[in-house]
């Protein structure tokens, strides 16, 4: 999740208050912040690796959205690029919906050149026309689900659905919807209308209670209950609350929970929380790279792509907890001792079909805006 219950971005998420994946052959670019009617004909996938890399060190820098150091241990990969290739980086955090939105509205003066969206807004960015196409060397190792057919966008890691229990304040074992229902928690989902991981938090329920992307019904019947009840979180999630033990459960991506499990139990180490996938609902769904049409800094971006897609990009997944789309890449030992246990992860419901997943989580905007906005105020 990017946003708050207002205006949250993924950085602040972390920082701030915790709440709560056909192409033209060519595509027209635009300087960055000259003459912006001045256009270049430029298609990457007919660039070999040492002209990415020769035009990416030539233009020297890369502007990213939704890309923060905090999120799926990004700050590794920008690290790595910055020391390899001497391509400084920058980074404006925002949802899903405001990175394309920022695409379309930018595109006479662009400033931004990739972004890292959810699963279900990849196919939204080509209707917009808002992305251009790239494929890594890697390519073939990339499952075909998990990437648009001409290159415009591709997922580089996967979360599956999990809870952060806060065990101070909850007396019972949180790992499935159901045991969820079954008690009394206060429930934190954060920003259903903007955010792509809280709209797969809804759908991940609507699973395990008997509906999915075709029924939405048992889902929303839930947090309708939650809400009335008073038991439905629409306040901030901060770590400074977390670590005062104001929080109950919260319901994200795994490799959130985890990287907020340590980064609570630094400042708070006799802090009692427990991660858990859920295993009735326990939904698998991954982020896309794309690529602004207008890239102000096109090289670089594809450089980006390719070297998120490289076995030391994948690892750097890992080490933010975020599971690698590439099977072949081995997510070291010690990694995978800090991660939740293997065994938990036997009944993944992967979403495959795309299509299936942007109308869904379309329909969960819209329907919390309508019928769980005004029960929480």
Not at 369 to 377: A, K, M, Q, V
């Amino acid at each position: 999740m990017k946003n708050d219950m207002k205006t949250m971005t993924r950085r602040d998420f972390l920082k701030a208050s915790v709440i709560g994946g056909t192409g033209l052959a060519s595509m027209s670019l635009v300087g960055c912040g000259t003459d912006a009617n001045a256009e270049e004909t430029l298609d990457l996938r007919e660039l070999t690796l040492d002209e990415i890399i020769e035009g990416a060190q030539e233009e020297g820098k890369i502007a990213s959205v939704g890309m923060p150091d905090d999120w799926a241990n990004w700050a590794g990969s920008w690290e790595t690029i910055t020391e390899k290739y001497g391509i400084t980086h920058e980074d404006t955090d925002m949802s899903s919906a405001e990175e394309l939105s920022t695409f379309e509205s930018e595109k006479d003066a662009a400033t931004k050149d990739i972004g890292d969206v959810g699963q279900a807004f990849g196919q939204t960015a080509i209707d917009m026309d808002v992305v251009q196409p790239y494929k890594a060397s890697t390519w073939e190792s990339v499952p075909d689900w998990a990437k648009d057919p001409d290159g415009n966008w591709v997922i580089t890691y996967v979360g599956t659905m999990s809870s952060m229990v806060f065990e101070d304040n909850v007396d019972t074992v949180i790992d499935s919807w159901q045991a969820l229902k079954d008690s009394d928690c206060m429930v934190t989902v954060g920003d259903v209308v903007r955010g792509a991981s809280s709209q797969m938090a809804v759908l991940s329920c609507a699973y395990a209670l008997g509906g999915g992307p075709d029924d939405l019904d048992p889902a929303f019947d839930f947090f309708t209950e939650l809400a009335v009840a008073g038991q439905l979180d629409a306040g901030s999630a901060s770590l400074d609350r977390m670590e005062r033990g104001e929080i109950g459960v919260l319901l994200t991506w795994d490799y959130l929970t985890l990287q907020y499990r340590d980064l609570v139990q630094a400042d708070a180490p006799d802090m009692n929380i427990s991660c858990h996938v859920m295993q009735d609902g326990a939904i698998q769904s991954g982020y896309c790279l794309v690529i602004n049409k207008y890239a102000p800094h096109p090289h670089a971006a594809a450089l980006t792509v390719e070297y998120m897609l490289s076995d030391e990009g994948q690892i750097n997944r890992a080490e933010g907890y975020a599971r690698p789309i590439r099977s072949d890449v081995e997510i070291p030992e010690e990694l995978a001792a800090r991660m939740i246990d293997d065994e938990e992860y036997t009944e993944t419901i992967p979403l495959t079909d795309n299509d299936t997943a942007t109308a869904a989580c379309a329909e969960i905007a819209s329907r919390w805006e309508e019928e769980i906005t005004p029960l929480i105020g």
